[in-house]
């Protein structure tokens, strides 16, 4: 085993892995930038690296830099994370050459599923389902017309290297075509450093399902069941569960089935994540292999009780998998909401600043995996993710029940956060029902605000404030400004 | 002591009548309502109203304070304060409008030159911040007679990003003015 893994992240996700390597007795080195010297993973990990500018491309994407650090601390081993370098196969070549290991699938498989058009061609000759859609990536507006003449208005334009929904755009008729690959082009060149765009069929509410994957170096492969994540905004999950509402036992078997075949057709080595569309027909569709950790994982742990990191670390040393398609079994129902810096009541805008105070939620089935503190200024370099909370219940409406005291009691003053929009959403009746499908959010709660129905109380807690903190200010009728501070009152006690 | 509340229309006039340090007794004109209140720590105070506890979390803003009641955040306003604010939010409001980003973020693209005409809701700046796309827009129509960054630049709040002479909607180019 490993005696010291550097992890090439930051935040939330940089947490979670150094949680692990600890539980195994494995040392840390966490990197970090100028924007990141007091974030959570630097305070958590043994050891820690300034790698430069708050910019990604001078800290967490400057593959020189985190090579140089590993070395420099003795690391012998890498975990990316997700985002940043997690996917990008010119990174991972680069420490399977320095003599690193690299936690994730080899360099070959990121770079022939990291290409979607590849990708889709692979599953096609694997007999997997696809959308329909175009197989190469394509620039040539007069081509990308054609192309999507043939499949038929609404279409969807994807970026090749794309993921989280970067350069992704609906468009619903010929006229708006090509204004909107050029934005999605330059989106996914800013986000993959690679602009290529192509075309999919749109299919009008799906289901977001995906499988998570297993698998060691020795041939031995497992699904650790689904992953619902149908709630999105701007093509982001924001709620994910498992079990998915929507599978029956026969379609998830099925289901899984074609995750493993979809992930021995590309060779795929450690966690890896299939994703599907699955249609109200219960038609599925493949839409991507992710390879790496996923942002929802926790869900899977929750249900599964299996380690997804501590997995990645041992198959990454050249462990076997021991486990068996049958072994793997879910107890009860997980939910997962993500936690963002944004504002729900002003379309969702990114909302950075410094965390004033927080109180986490806690109790039985609750788990928070945390980037954040009070104090904490949140940088607006990087993802808005804050946190992912986690509840595990018997069963579904045990889940959510859970998930509603647990977000209740959660407070973060300071930046907005899309907490009362969660909960708007875990009490709908639409939700409860299992009636998830990706336009949830369009649907249900387009131009949404809170409720609010308390603001008695909110009023009574403005004067109880007062009252507390400046109580004397009110009763001599003195303005705030002019009220005397305990020092000007205590006189020549002072010195 | 009185409290003036801002509401949607109008102003909500509470009668509050401390009692020691820790309760209240408070008139809303349609209810009196019975408090006990202590501070758990500088933002969290804990309420029992007529007997019944809610914890209550208190950021202290401009004249305003947001209270998190049960996750949902409440904007609550001393009227007397808002009426201030609400003058000079007028008076800014009378200034020309200006392209500035709304936060820190970084110029992606600028798709107008120096010299362009543009329509009300033209796009011309396009930013990213927290790795999310923003397109700002012109706010009338015009010409723009400065673009004062470029591409990859950061920018912050406040910046005049685009330079636009307000012209009016119909206007056809005249020769004499």
């Known amino acids: 085993m490993f005696k010291k893994i550097l992890v090439a992240n930051r935040g939330e996700i940089a947490r979670r892995i150094l949680h692990t390597c600890r539980e195994m007795g494995i040392g840390t080195v966490a990197v970090y930038s100028d924007a990141d010297r007091k974030a959570v993973h630097v305070l958590d990990a043994d050891e820690a690296v300034h790698l430069g500018a708050a910019d990604p491309s001078e800290s967490y994407l400057h593959i020189d830099r985190i090579i140089a650090a590993a070395k420099e601390t003795g690391a012998q081993a890498v975990h990316p994370g997700y985002g940043f370098l997690a996917e990008n196969g010119d990174f991972a070549e680069r420490c399977e050459r320095e003599g690193l290991v690299f936690i994730g699938p080899p360099a070959r498989v990121i770079r022939a599923l990291g290409d979607k058009t590849v990708a889709r061609e692979t599953m096609i000759r694997n007999g997997v389902p696809v959308i329909p859609g175009m197989n190469r990536p394509e620039s040539d507006p007069d081509t990308l017309a054609q192309e999507a003449d043939l499949l038929g208005y609404p279409v969807l334009i994807k970026a090749a290297a794309g993921g989280g929904g970067k350069g992704m755009r609906i468009v619903q008729a010929r006229d708006a075509l090509h204004e909107a690959c050029v934005s999605a082009a330059s989106e996914a060149s800013a986000a993959f450093g690679n602009g290529a765009i192509y075309l999919e069929k749109y299919l009008a509410r799906p289901r977001h399902i995906e499988f998570q994957i297993l698998a060691d170096g020795l041939g031995n492969m497992v699904h650790l069941l689904e992953r619902e994540c149908s709630i999105q905004r701007r093509h982001q999950k924001i709620i994910e569960e498992t079990p998915s509402p929507a599978l029956t036992p026969e379609l998830r078997e099925r289901m899984g089935q074609a995750a493993v075949a979809a992930a021995r057709a590309s060779g795929y080595v450690n966690a890896g994540t299939v994703e599907f569309l699955l249609d109200p027909d219960g038609r599925f569709y493949f839409l991507e292999v992710n390879t790496r950790l996923q942002v929802e994982h926790p869900i899977t742990e929750m249900v599964t009780g299996i380690d997804v990191v501590r997995r990645q670390i041992e198959i990454a040393a050249g462990l076997p998998l021991n486990l068996t398609q049958q072994e793997i079994r879910g107890r009860g129902h997980a939910i997962e909401c993500r936690i963002y810096a944004e504002d729900p009541e002003q379309g969702f805008f990114p909302s950075p600043g410094t965390i004033v105070f927080m109180q986490e939620p806690s109790g039985p089935g609750i788990r928070n995996d945390c980037g954040i503190y009070a104090g904490f200024q949140v940088p607006v370099e990087y993802d808005p993710i804050l946190s992912k909370l986690v509840a595990h219940g018997e069963d579904r409406d045990a889940a959510i029940a859970r998930m509603l005291r647990a977000l209740e009691r959660y407070v973060i003053l300071g930046i907005r956060t899309a907490i009362p929009f969660l909960m708007d959403v875990l009490r709908s009746d639409a939700f409860r029902a299992g009636e998830t499908f990706t336009d949830f959010v369009a649907a249900h709660f387009s131009d949404w605000k809170p409720a609010r129905t308390e603001t008695d109380l909110a009023r009574l807690a403005y004067i109880a404030d007062d009252l507390g903190g400046r109580r004397e200010t009110k009763a001599t009728g003195l303005p705030a400004g002019e009220h005397p501070s305990p020092w000007q009152r205590l006189g020549n006690w002072q010195r | ?177």
């Open chain 2, 1 to 177: 002591m009185q409290y003036r509340f801002k509401t949607d229309e109008d102003a909500a006039v509470w009668t509050v009548d401390p009692e020691g340090t820790d309760r209240l007794t408070v008139t809303t004109g349609t209810q009196t309502l019975h408090v006990r209140h202590g501070a758990v720590s500088p933002h969290h105070l804990h309420l029992a109203v007529d007997g019944l506890g809610v914890n209550t979390f208190v950021l202290r803003g401009d004249g305003e304070k947001t209270v998190v009641i049960r996750g949902v955040p409440y904007p609550v306003q001393d009227a007397d304060f808002a009426e201030r604010k609400t003058k000079k939010k007028a008076d800014r409001e009378n200034l020309p409008q200006v392209i500035t980003p709304p936060m820190p973020s970084v110029v992606v693209r600028i798709p107008v030159s120096e010299g362009d005409r543009v329509c009300k809701g033209q796009a011309v700046i396009v930013l990213t911040a927290m790795k999310m796309e923003t397109t700002l827009t012109s706010p009338f129509p015009g010409r723009v007679t400065k673009v004062n960054v470029a591409a990859g630049e950061k920018v912050m709040p406040g910046r005049i990003l685009v330079d636009i002479e307000k012209e009016a909607e119909t206007d056809a180019p005249d020769e004499g003015r």
